[in-house]
């Protein structure tokens, strides 16, 4: 039943989660080698070395070292990412609105492009446009993110010129957002990143939503409907893309940690300053703070989201709760 | 619900007004900038530099940027000539002169200002020189500035600097390598916090540009000094736009997003460069040479010799079995060329009549069956008493090029018989096993200061233990012969030494020096009186310009 | 190419279309084989992977030209399809074609095993936290969410810095040890569904122990979305393999795989596509056969799906 003790057992288990994440992570940048004299790239005098890792607490052992680090986080400390030379919170703060972004733009183009054409396809079920564009995003869905990425850049943006070269917006008019002309350059700016990250789930989306339609199409109530006399219209807008909605939110939560940190391979083509990148040169410069941080803010934010799917999910239909996850194919990226 | 509203507007006529709201906002255009001092350069930059503080980094972006927001005393001329003191630019120094052959005085610039008002003086110059000696700070730069007794001050505008001893570039040492600091600023920050200060992120200096500011990730604007004392800068504003892959960062250029690329480094981009309408293409000397280095000490344990690259011999041979010059010309066409020795263009020493060794399969190969190394198990590589010739190449995963060099040279080494691995690690990994000793061969780039002294004496004799001598080459011969190149009275003597020390180096095959780079930079089209200094290619910005009439729209904001 | 290489490929050929007409015509007997065969992309999808797991096997007959051998650096290097370089040569010098099929060894073994792995994992912990349910249950989400709220990418890297470089067997573990939670979830609502079924409650009640009831009863039943995840799960392995290549992490030089090759020659993209586009178009080849065989798959196994 969706009361207090749902919630709280879910708010616990999730504070459990990132814990468990934040503690896995730890311990896994600390075992690899490679310990960077506190991130210095060039070769440093041994004595300026020892006396970084000093400054920076890394000559303890990983224990103390990790007891230190959730003291500190308990007072809301983040911890100073020594490859950046600042502070942690400010660094990853600094990427969360363009991590946001980029996932947001990415999800409303997957929805709604998935949506259009899965219902699209359904309508038109093994006549020739459904055979098209099945077979159209399966190819996408197929290509490598980052051969998408470089093939749009140079179509959209080289060739034809319709949205910039990377970046996140024009550092000569608008290096901050301080009009209606700097939303517009953001935006378009977004367009590529977002498109190709899109692009790729809007295909396994409009896959999905054709077999789920397809499904519900047989399913008693419909057919129940149907024979009452029913407008077909209202049949399938009502049931079916509410269900889409439900499944969309489900398979949301499998996707978000990916369009958080793991859209790497994007962000670092298009130059765009997201959570993913940052988070993948920290581990290349083996900054401890950093990754650990940049893990518990993303798990926060992954383990947030899916408990808010799950509570929209258990508001809408509670036959869901039970079933969450039946309908979902395992479709990692 | 949803299906009502989206009966009543369709979804497209929804989004068609969006953009249509959108759209008139694309006409807004700020800025009625004209002049000759007018203007926007964009730089497509490919690294971020971890600090702007000029004692603490070697970035190139770095660099760069600090060219133009600090000045040194004096600079090297178009020539890069770092003998005496002829070919030398005043800048924070308006004249100089000797007090005896130990003893240099700087008469610096009384107009000479910091950004922040106070004038710049000879305690500035002081505390800079004790900064950058200073191993709490860590810079380095520091054992360039070994041959310096000490900087002090006779009055706030006269600064004089003592030698250990007499040798031909001591001005070049007192002038190029310190970037003069704000000492009303620095000292109060602890030294050894030099390297993360907020400073670094903010810089305050002297020079022709202003910092603006620094968005994380995406750019680093600054903006021209009208009043600057050596002339105004022709462009107002300057902005690196950090674009991490370059294929994009070339892309931005072509697509007239960026105004400079400075190094195109590959074939392929330099033809797509030259094929774009707006672009000018700057051919210019490089600064980087890059080679595959072996260590002479075991990989585990650095006190104990190395089981192959110990041996002179099987070096000599090894080296022997490279074709470089076809290398090159797979790699990189006509834009790099085959050193005569651990250097690059930009070093007056270049000769390509340095003795080499030359490339000889079948000497190679003649020298290794001598040597007892020969296939004795038919498996296509050679051994000696069990033991496969093997050995690792470490490459960094950030070069494109050198990842393709590792795996034309494993290719080269099979056909001898010689089994190579290779591993492609991460920048900060591969710089750690460098300084560390672990690694069997590397292939590491190394940037050249316009003059050999400093480089070369670090990176290939034993001051260089732990530290730029990864392999750990030590000759006694090369040592004295570099020692009196150093202090030699006339160039002609020292040219003569130079070479006799490249071509001990070369006999020695402390590794394989494969390419040194021609630099080619892309510049736009409309920005005029473009100079590439060959040691650094944004030290003349100042004196780059935009004619009025051949402005484009962002050339015109104005903020 | 040569002769006997033309000839090799072409029995490749013809050996992939005799297994699909042989399996076809086992399908007039059988009901399900006959729903598996009733769209023709199906045939397709199992014919091609069928010649590209046969090319794999006889690589050393069907490439003219040693993978990792560069011809001539200097003057065939970036050459462009012809008869003797059936897909060109890359930045390299080396045969295209040739690291292709050599490179479909590595690829689909990899693809393979992955995915093996992954979806015997995944199995295992669904079927075990829906069958046990309570706290087995609950420790085994909890487990499984904590895995998904890391991206692969990230424990990826961090796995290469442990082990300094990847072999094979440790890309096809660290693959396949982080790709198996959502298979798990799905296995648990299935396995959730169907324990409450008769055949179930009818096992049990004989006394059959829960082993037994969970792999000769339930899981069988639960063998559609199983099959299918496996089937997608190879596709996206592949995939991940070669963003992995493009990070710098993946299988050494010289050994092919189609993700490196890709990754290898992104920058000749826009001089030399062919050397990104044919692996590339192979890696969708094998991802599309592999959607119509899952599609095949689920039709075969899932009688609900009589659709319109």
């Known amino acids: 039943m969706m009361g207090a003790a749902w919630l709280l057992r879910r708010l616990v288990a999730s504070i459990a989660i990132i814990f468990a994440v934040v503690t896995f992570v730890f311990i896994l940048i600390h075992a690899a080698p490679g310990k960077p004299c506190a991130g210095q790239p060039e070769d440093v005098d041994p004595a300026v070395c020892a006396q970084l890792n000093r400054q920076f607490g890394l000559d303890r052992s990983i224990p103390e070292q990790y007891w230190r680090y959730v003291v500190a986080l308990a007072q809301g400390n983040l911890g100073y990412s020594f490859s950046l030379r600042r502070p942690v919170a400010d660094a990853i703060a600094e990427t969360i609105p363009f991590t946001l972004q980029l996932a947001g733009a990415a999800l409303l183009l ?13 309508g038109r079920v093994n006549r020739l446009p459904d055979v098209i564009i099945g077979n159209a995003t399966l190819f996408i869905y197929s290509l490598p993110t980052f051969w998408l990425a470089l093939l749009l850049l ?31 350059d953001r935006l378009w700016h977004l367009v590529l990143p977002a498109a190709t990250l899109g692009l790729v789930g809007a295909a396994g989306t409009a896959r999905f939503q054709r077999a789920a339609m397809l499904d519900v199409a047989t399913q008693d109530y419909v057919r129940t409907a149907r024979a009452k006399g029913v407008p077909e219209r209202r049949v399938v807008w009502r049931h079916q893309l509410r269900n889409a909605l439900l499944s969309f939110i489900t398979r949301f939560g499998l996707a978000f940690p990916f369009l958080l940190t793991g859209a790497v391979l994007i962000e670092t083509i298009f130059a765009w300053p997201g959570m993913g990148r940052l988070a993948f040169e920290a581990i290349l410069t083996r900054d401890y703070s950093l990754v650990t941080a940049t893990a518990l803010v993303a ?29 979902v194919e395992a479709l990692t990226a | 619900m949803l299906s009502a509203m ?7 006529s929804f989004i068609f007004l969006a953009v249509a709201a959108l759209a008139p906002a694309g006409c807004e255009r700020r800025g009625g900038c004209t002049g000759p001092n007018c203007g926007t350069l964009i730089d497509a930059a490919v690294t971020e530099p ?92 520091r054992p360039k500035l070994h041959r310096i007794a000490s900087v002090t001050q006779r009055d706030s505008l006269t600064t004089v600097f003592r030698f250990k001893e007499k040798y031909p570039e001591m001005f070049y040492d007192a002038v190029y390598h310190m970037r003069i600091l704000p000492a009303h600023l620095l000292r109060p920050v602890p030294r050894d916090q030099w390297k993360t200060a907020a400073f670094g992120r903010q810089p305050v200096g002297d020079g022709p540009y202003r ?29 690196w736009r950090i674009t991490p892959n370059l294929q994009v960062a070339v892309q931005q250029a072509i697509a007239d997003e960026a105004d400079v690329r400075e190094q195109l480094v590959t074939p392929d981009n330099v033809a797509r460069a030259r094929a774009a309408p707006q672009l000018s293409v700057y051919p210019f000397r490089g600064s980087v040479y890059t080679l595959l280095l072996f260590n002479l000490r075991a990989s585990d344990d650095t006190t104990k010799p190395h089981p192959i690259f110990s041996d002179r011999t099987l070096r000599r041979a090894l080296s022997m079995a490279v074709d470089r010059a076809s290398l090159v010309k797979s790699a990189l066409g006509d834009l790099g060329k085959v050193p005569p020795g651990p250097m690059s263009e930009l070093l007056g020493i270049w000769d390509p009549d340095i003795r080499q060794l030359p490339f000889d399969t079948a000497l190679a190969a003649r020298i290794l069956n001598g040597q007892g190394w020969r296939d004795h198990d038919g498996d296509g590589i050679r051994d000696k008493d069990g033991q496969p010739l093997a050995f690792h190449i470490l490459v960094p995963t950030s070069s494109v090029l050198r990842r393709q060099y590792a795996r034309l040279l494993q290719e080269q080494f099979r056909a001898l018989g010689v089994h190579v691995e290779i591993d492609e690690l991460e920048p900060s990994v591969v710089n750690q096993r460098a300084a560390t000793g ?72 402390p590794g394989v020096f494969l390419y040194a780079l021609e630099n080619v930079g892309a510049v736009h089209k409309r920005i005029e009186n473009v100079q590439f200094r060959p040691d650094s290619w944004a030290a003349l910005l100042r004196t780059w310009r935009i004619p009025p009439d051949r402005m484009i729209d962002r050339d015109r904001v104005e903020r | 190419m040569t002769l006997g290489t033309w000839f090799a490929l072409c029995i490749a050929l013809v050996a992939a279309a005799e297994l699909v007409r042989a399996l076809r015509h086992r399908a007039i007997r059988q009901e399900r084989w006959r729903r598996f065969f009733r769209h023709r992309t199906t045939s397709w999808g199992l014919g091609i992977l069928a010649f590209l797991i046969i090319v794999a096997l006889a690589a050393p007959l069907i490439a003219p030209f040693d993978p990792n051998r560069q011809l001539d650096i200097v003057h065939l290097k970036n050459q462009a399809p012809s008869w003797t370089f059936l897909f060109g040569t890359d930045v390299l010098s080396r045969d295209v074609w040739s690291r292709t099929v050599y490179g479909a060894r590595v690829s689909l073994g990899i693809g393979a095993l992955g995915a093996l792995l992954a979806v015997s994992l995944g199995t295992l912990v669904g079927a075990l936290a829906g069958y046990y349910q309570r706290w087995v249950d609950a420790i ?96 996206n392995v592949l995939l991940l393999e070669a963003s992995l290549s493009f990070l710098g992490i993946g299988i050494k030089p010289p050994d092919p795989t189609w993700g490196n090759m890709i990754a290898d020659n992104a920058s000749s993209i826009y001089t030399a596509a062919w050397s990104t586009l044919f692996p590339g178009l192979a890696i969708s080849l094998v991802v599309m056969s592999l959607n119509a065989v899952a599609d095949g798959v689920r039709d075969a196994l899932d009688p609900r799906t009589d659709g319109p």
């Open chain 3, 140 to 235: 085994l989400m909890r487990g499984v969410d904590v895995g998904l709220a890391l991206p692969r990418i990230f424990i990826l890297l961090m796995a290469v810095a442990l082990w300094d470089g990847l072999p094979f067997a440790a890309l096809v573990l660290a693959i396949g040890l982080t790709s198996w939670f959502g298979t798990s979830r799905l296995v648990r609502a299935e396995v959730l569904s169907l324990r409450q079924r008769d055949f179930v409650v009818a096992a049990r009640a004989l006394g059959a122990g829960s082993g037994r009831v969970i792999f000769r009863h339930v899981l069988p039943n639960a063998a559609a979305p199983i099959i299918v995840s496996a089937a997608l799960g190879v596709g």
């Open chain 2, 50 to 141: 971890p600090t702007l503080l000029p004692p603490s980094t070697e970035d190139i972006v770095a660099n760069d940027i600090g060219e133009q927001l600090f000045l040194k005393l004096a600079d090297v001329g178009m020539s890069t000539n770092t003998v005496g003191d002829e070919d030398f630019q005043p800048l924070l120094a308006q004249k100089w002169e000797w007090d005896g052959p130990l003893t240099l005085v700087f008469h610096l610039d009384p107009r000479a200002r910091w950004q922040d008002g106070p004038r710049v003086t000879a305690a500035d110059v002081e505390f800079t020189f004790n900064a950058y000696t200073d191993s709490a700070v860590g810079s380095p730069f």
């Open chain 2, 438 to 509: 672990k690694f069997d061969t590397i292939i590491l780039s190394r940037q050249n200061d316009p003059s050999p002294s400093s480089g070369i004496a670090q990176s290939w004799t034993r001051a260089g233990f732990g530290g730029s001598n990864f392999g750990r080459y030590y000759s006694a011969d090369f040592e004295q012969l570099v020692d009196r190149a150093v202090t030699a009275t006339s160039r002609d003597q020292a040219r003569a030494l130079w070479r006799r020390a490249m071509e001990t180096v070369n006999a020695d095959a």
């Open chain 1, 299 to 327: 798990s926060t934010m992954v383990v947030g989201g899916n408990l808010l799917a799950d509570m929209l999910l258990g508001l809408a239909d509670p036959r869901l709760r039970v079933r969450a996850g039946a309908d």
């Open chain 1, 110 to 122: 997957d929805f709604l492009l998935g949506l259009g054409l899965g219902i699209y396809q359904a």
């Open chain 2, 211 to 239: 910092f603006v500011r620094w968005q994380a990730a995406q750019s680093i604007e600054l903006v021209a000094d009208s009043t600057f004392f050596l002339g105004r800068p022709g462009i107002r504003r300057l902005i």
């Open chain 1, 154 to 184: 140079l179509v959209f943006g080289e060739k034809l010129g319709w949205f910039p070269v990377g970046g996140a917006s024009d550092p000569v008019f608008c290096p901050v957002v301080d009009s209606l002309y700097c939303v517009r």
């Open chain 2, 6 to 12: 989206l009966r009543r507007f369709h979804l497209t």
